[in-house]
């Protein structure tokens, strides 16, 4: 079964930057496809990171220039670094992993970490 956690959200004013981890157990770290989601307040859940098993990234429009998601398969963790951080960034964010070329549907979710972005 595959466990995540998520560390490293909080509370920070609008320009500043944070960093959450995600590690991952009970599964095969270096061939999964690993992601980012969050849910704001009031919004569906997106997806906004994918950083595949080959290293290849994909971000959505929203964060492209301000998030980098990063993974060390020594350490089963993945990261997601972000600057200059928005209002609209607000909500809970959660990592998730897929044993590559399966889909997001069946993926493993983390609890998520709340991060909150003042302006």
């Known amino acids: 079964q595959v466990q995540l956690v998520e560390s490293g959200g909080g509370l920070v004013q609008a320009g500043g930057s944070l960093r959450l981890s995600c590690t991952a157990s009970?599964?095969?770290?270096?061939?999964?496809?690993a992601a980012w989601s969050r849910q704001s307040p009031g919004n569906q859940r997106e997806l906004i990171t994918i950083?595949?098993?080959?290293?290849?990234?994909m971000y959505t429009n929203s964060v492209k220039g301000r998030f980098t998601t990063s993974r060390d398969n020594g350490k089963n963790t993945v990261y997601l670094q972000m600057n200059n951080l928005k209002p609209e960034d607000t909500g809970v964010y959660y990592c998730?992993?897929?044993?590559?070329?399966?889909?997001?549907?069946?993926?493993?979710w983390g609890q998520g970490t709340q991060v909150t972005v003042s302006s």
């Open positions: 950083i595949y098993s080959s290293g290849g990234v």
């Open positions: 009970g599964s095969i770290f270096s061939i999964d496809d």
């Open positions: 998730g992993t897929r044993p590559r070329d399966t889909t997001w549907a069946g993926a493993s």
